[in-house]
């Protein structure tokens, strides 16, 4: 059941460039949703927020954008850095809920 | 910065063996959750805990798993008669609000199941 998808599972940026992750998702009572980035042999490690009262969160060079009607959020990344390199997830709640559900993760390669 | 600690970080054990996951939440956290990554897959939720008691679990978390506070710092994951498909990352987080907050993940255990 895949309430949460990442269709691209890789990405290779320039460094410097713009990097911009999507997720897509299905449950329409989804209203809180982050994405994690993580390294291997680490857990997740917390990155950005949104909530569903908002189309856009911006935290640095992060900015995470909801299109609600679409189901479809996005991470960019402005400028791109080598040290972004890591794999990054998307995960989604629902306020009737504790759990969070993930997606399968885009590895994201910066190329110095 | 607050850490979520999980030990060990990589527990090997034969199938049929019961093992236990350890983990010391942030200390002023209130709620606590189970995770787990098969490799080459998505994060999945096992479990969440608030109150000494289960709050929300998943359909994998069957007869098989169980969770206790024995002690107010340590949260622990028991999997009893381990099987193969068991062997996953298995990551620990705490909050100190609702999930909708975020969480702070620990760095994991890689339970190989042999």
């Known amino acids: 059941d895949q309430q949460v998808k990442q269709n691209s599972p890789s990405l290779s940026v320039q460094e410097g460039r713009i990097s911009i992750l999507n997720c897509d998702y299905t449950?329409?009572?989804?209203?809180?949703f982050l994405w994690y980035k993580k390294y291997p042999a680490e857990g997740p490690t917390f990155l950005i927020s949104i909530s569903s009262i908002k189309d856009k969160n911006e935290d640095g060079r992060f900015t995470v954008f909801l299109n609600k009607s679409a189901k479809h959020l996005s991470l960019h990344i402005v400028p791109s850095q080598p040290g972004d390199s890591a794999v990054y997830f998307c995960?989604?709640?629902?306020?009737?809920?504790?759990?969070?559900?993930f997606g399968t993760g885009t590895s994201l390669t910066v190329i110095p | 910065e607050p850490e979520v600690t999980q030990t060990p970080s990589h527990q090997v054990t034969q199938m049929g063996q019961e093992v236990i996951l350890r983990c010391v939440p942030i200390s002023n956290h209130l709620y606590f959750y189970w995770y787990r990554q098969i490799l080459g897959q998505k994060v999945e939720f096992l479990v969440s805990f608030y109150n000494n008691e289960i709050s929300e679990k998943s359909e994998i978390f069957d007869d098989q798993f169980s969770v206790e506070r024995p002690d107010g710092s340590n949260f622990t994951l028991k999997i009893r008669s381990t099987k193969l498909e068991d062997s996953a990352m298995y990551f620990c987080?705490?909050?100190?609000?609702?999930?909708?907050?975020?969480?702070?993940f620990g760095s994991g255990t890689r339970l190989t199941v042999v």
């Open positions: 987080a705490s909050s100190r609000q609702r999930a909708n907050y975020g969480y702070t």
């Open positions: 449950n329409s009572m989804f209203d809180y």
């Open positions: 995960a989604a709640s629902a306020d009737t809920g504790n759990q969070f559900y």
